[in-house]
């Protein structure tokens, strides 16, 4: 089965700084992933989700991106990280239509 | 555009009791509609779906849902709720066109009192 594995657990980083979240899939070939974000208070909220290498699709505008370069490796990253950016960030991966979500363990992003 | 709606924000229930979580969805068509549960400090499990068929849907950890077009809802319950059952629940809808936009409700913490 699918394992997702997505580090650091937990970051703490300055407002303006820079931002690398990554995230690994093993035990399967040509997912669909997606970059999910929880803030505070709030719902999941699709970020980024992609079909393929290179092939990403944002579904809000903001200060985040997101980049495939591998079939199995999905990163988030920012120039310059906001207050706003604050939250729980999870990597998601499914394969097939029918086929459940799978989510990683999720990073806690604090910005101060 | 799809919407999942959670009323309520907290729930606590007495160990033993049982439980329903509320979900309501609104999309053109029938959509795709699962339950997640998120322990704390972890990621999120899936614990039932719904695609087609039978309306009653049974999952894991003893959790069931029931699918009713007719109110838009898709009520997650529980006959009798266990102390590790404590967690934020999610309701999600996806179009049934594909997973591409999972739509998340913004959950319910349940509280479970000895």
């Known amino acids: 089965s699918q394992t997702i594995h997505q580090w650091p657990a937990t970051l703490v980083q300055p407002v303006g700084s820079p931002l690398s979240l990554e995230c690994t899939v093993e035990?399967?070939?040509?997912?669909?992933l997606y970059w999910y974000r929880q803030a505070a208070g709030r719902g999941l909220q699709l970020l980024f989700y992609?079909?393929?290498?290179?092939?990403i699709s944002s579904e809000v505008p903001q200060n985040l991106s997101a980049s495939r370069p591998q079939d199995r490796q999905f990163i988030l990253s920012s120039k310059k990280l906001l207050l706003s950016d604050s939250g729980f960030y999870l990597c998601?991966?499914?394969?097939?239509?029918?086929?459940?979500?799978?989510f990683g363990s999720g990073t806690q992003l604090s910005v101060l | 555009a799809q919407s999942v709606t959670q009323p309520d924000i907290h729930i606590t229930v007495s160990e033993g009791a049982s439980l329903e979580l509320r979900c309501n969805y609104s999309?053109?068509?029938?959509?795709?509609l699962f339950w997640y549960v998120q322990s704390p400090g972890q990621g999120l499990q899936l614990l039932l779906k719904?695609?087609?068929?039978?309306?009653l849907v049974q999952g894991i950890k003893g959790f069931e849902a029931e699918f009713k077009r007719s109110q838009s809802s898709f009520n997650l319950r529980k006959p009798s709720v266990h102390w590790s059952d404590a967690a934020e629940y999610f309701c999600?809808?996806?179009?049934?066109?594909?997973?591409?936009?999972?739509?998340f409700g913004t959950g319910t913490r349940l509280l479970v009192s000895p």
């Open positions: 992609s079909v393929g290498i290179g092939q």
């Open positions: 999309y053109g068509a029938t959509p795709y």
């Open positions: 719904y695609f087609s068929g039978d309306t």
């Open positions: 998601a991966s499914v394969v097939g239509e029918h086929e459940k979500l799978f």
């Open positions: 035990g399967t070939s040509n997912p669909n």
């Open positions: 999600a809808v996806a179009m049934n066109t594909g997973f591409q936009k999972l739509v």
